[in-house]
C-alpha cells in the first residue's frame, strides 16, 4: 500500500538558518512526488513537484526538494529560512490518473516549523 | 490561476442539524475532492469525485455524503451533524488528464456544539 512518512513532527529553526524536512513514500512505480505548504488557518498551496527528469526541483519561495529513489525519500530544502516560513508542510504521493485512482494524493501528516528570530 | 472557492471559512452548528459545505472550482477540472483535518492526523479523504454525478467513498466516508450535480461544484453534506465532525474541512480539485496536481481552497473550519 501507499504511504508517505515524515518523521518530524515538529521543527524550530532560527531565522537564517538552513532547513531540511524528511520525507519518505512507500510506492511500487515512479511516483509522482509533491509538497505542499499551509499557514495557520489557511488551504494548501503548492510548493513543488517531482514527475520525471531531474532529480532535483526547485519551488516557490527558495524551496527545493531532492527525489532520491534508492532511498524512497523525497526531502524538502531551503539553505536561509524566513519567519514567513513557519507554517505546516505536507508531503504527498500521487498516482497519475491511471488504472482507476482518478488522481488521488497520499499526505503525510505533516510538519509543522517555527521559526526563531 | 486557479481558484477553489469554499462557501464559509468558519461554520458552527449543533448536533443533529444538517450541514451542507460547498465548493466550487473555475479550472473546468474534472476530479473533486473532499478532506478534513485534524492535528496529528494529517488530511484524510472523506468523498471524491471524477465526473459530474459521480463520486467515490474515500477512507473515513461515515457520516457523509456528497453530491456533484454541476462541473464545477461539490457539495459535502453532514446529514446529522456530531461533535465528532468538528474540524478543518478541505475541498481540492484537479484535472482528469495527466498529472494530479490538486489546488485547495481555503479551508472550512465547522464546530459542532
Known amino acids: 500500500a501507499q504511504s508517505v512518512t515524515q518523521p518530524d513532527i515538529h521543527i524550530t529553526v532560527s531565522e537564517g538558518a538552513s532547513l531540511e524536512l524528511r520525507c519518505n513514500y512507500s510506492?511500487?512505480?515512479?511516483?509522482?512526488l509533491f509538497w505542499y505548504v499551509q499557514s495557520p488557518g489557511q488551504g494548501l498551496q503548492l510548493l513543488l513537484k517531482y514527475f520525471s527528469g531531474d532529480t532535483l526541483v526547485q519551488g516557490i519561495k527558495g524551496f527545493e526538494a531532492e527525489f532520491k529513489r534508492s532511498q524512497s525519500s523525497f526531502n524538502l530544502r531551503k539553505p536561509s529560512v524566513h519567519w514567513s516560513d513557519a507554517a505546516e508542510y505536507f508531503c504527498?504521493?500521487?498516482?497519475?490518473?491511471?488504472?482507476?485512482?482518478?488522481?488521488?494524493?497520499?499526505f503525510g501528516k505533516g510538519t509543522k516549523l517555527s521559526v526563531k528570530p | 490561476d486557479v481558484k477553489v472557492t469554499q462557501s464559509s471559512r468558519y461554520l458552527v452548528k449543533r448536533t443533529g442539524e444538517k450541514v451542507f459545505l460547498e465548493c466550487v472550482q473555475d479550472m473546468d477540472h474534472e476530479n473533486m475532492f473532499w478532506y478534513r483535518q485534524d492535528p496529528g492526523l494529517g488530511l484524510r479523504l472523506i468523498y471524491f469525485s471524477y465526473d459530474v454525478k459521480m463520486k467515490e467513498k474515500g477512507d473515513i466516508p461515515e457520516g457523509y455524503s456528497v453530491s456533484r450535480e454541476k462541473k464545477e461544484r461539490f457539495s459535502l453534506i453532514l446529514e446529522s451533524a456530531s461533535t465528532n465532525q468538528t474540524s478543518m474541512y478541505l475541498c481540492a480539485s484537479s484535472t482528469g488528464q495527466g498529472i494530479n496536481i490538486q489546488y485547495f481552497g481555503a479551508g472550512t473550519r465547522l464546530s459542532v456544539l
Open positions: 510506492y511500487g512505480a515512479t511516483p509522482y
Open positions: 504527498a504521493v500521487g498516482t497519475g490518473n491511471y488504472g482507476g485512482s482518478q488522481g488521488n494524493l497520499i
